[in-house]
């Protein structure tokens, strides 16, 4: 039976004879009702009832990217070429809308506010100090 508690719990059970391997995914909340930290996962593996096996794993996203490609750029492998592919269908997007815009000429306006006139020089210690 699912609970209000579990019912956003992502998890995948395995069946095999009497032991079940079950893999929470984040967000996982604990039998006890407290929730792990964010990118937290946990295994467990139970055999006749049993627990044998209760982990948490930290899989941060962003972690294993930048690990991903530091072990690229770092290993013996020759780098894959360059993948322009993206910036130039945003390119040829933008072009294509530019284009499509009609012609207007630039104005530019203050929106009513009124540009700022020149400091006067001001005096200090009996000093005049120049602006400008």
């Known amino acids: 039976m699912i609970t209000d508690q579990y019912r956003h719990a992502r998890a995948l059970t395995v069946h095999a004879g009497r032991t079940h391997v079950t893999v929470h995914l984040a967000p996982v909340t604990t039998a006890g009702g407290w929730q792990l930290d964010r990118n937290h996962h946990r295994i467990t593996v139970e055999h006749d009832g049993h627990v044998l096996h209760d982990e948490v794993m930290e899989d941060s996203p962003l972690q294993t990217a930048i690990c991903a490609a530091a072990s690229t750029l770092t290993g013996s492998q020759p780098l894959p070429p360059l993948d322009l592919g993206p910036l ?7 072009e294509n809308l530019h284009a499509q815009q ?31």
Request: net charge positive.
């Open 88 to 94: 130039r269908r945003i390119t040829a997007l933008a």
């Open 102 to 132: 009609p012609e207007q000429p630039q104005t530019f306006s203050t929106g009513g506010l009124v540009p700022a006139q020149p400091a006067a020089p001001t005096v200090r210690g009996g000093a005049r100090i120049a602006t400008g």
